[in-house]
Structure formats: C-alpha cells, structure tokens
C-alpha cells in the first residue's frame, strides 16, 4: 500500500459539525483531508473520510464535514451581485 501524505491546504479546510455520539472536543474543531500521494481525499465506502485535527488523525462522517469558507473565499466565485 502507498504511503498517505497529508494535504497541502493548511489545517482548516473543514470544520467538523459531529453528532450527538461525537466527542466534545471534537465538535466544531477544524480538520484538513488527508490525501493520497495522487491528491485525491481519502474516502470510505459508506461515505466517511480520513481528515487530521491538529492532534490526531480520525475517520469521520463525510457529511458532517462543511468547508470552511473563512479558508476558501472563491466558494461564491459565480455570485456577481456585488459587481456593478
């Protein structure tokens, strides 16, 4: 099996919601994905995914990660209203 590396974006690339079995200190903590030596995200078959918060590594609901936008301003690339 290939070696896993850690993804180029800085931590915070997700900020991970939980649910109510999620551990308190988890909740609304910042993770990255850690991504295969190809870039690819690391993912489950049932839709989890492989992300590292600042101390630890864990496997996560993929749907319980948002993006953060504070570390991705161009998510509202195509919102031209502010144009004019």
Known sequence: MSEMIQSDFPLGEYVYHGDRQSSDSLR???????????????????G?????????KAVVIGRLLRKNKL?????????DRDKE
Do not use: T, W, Y
Request: charged letters at 30%; a positive charge.
């Open 48 to 56: 989890s995914m492989l992300v590292a918060f600042r101390d630890k």
């Open 71 to 79: 570390q991705h301003p161009d998510n509202n690339a195509g919102n």
């Open 28 to 46: 609304g903590e910042l993770c990255s994905a850690v991504r295969r030596p190809d870039g690819k995200c690391i993912r489950g078959k049932n």
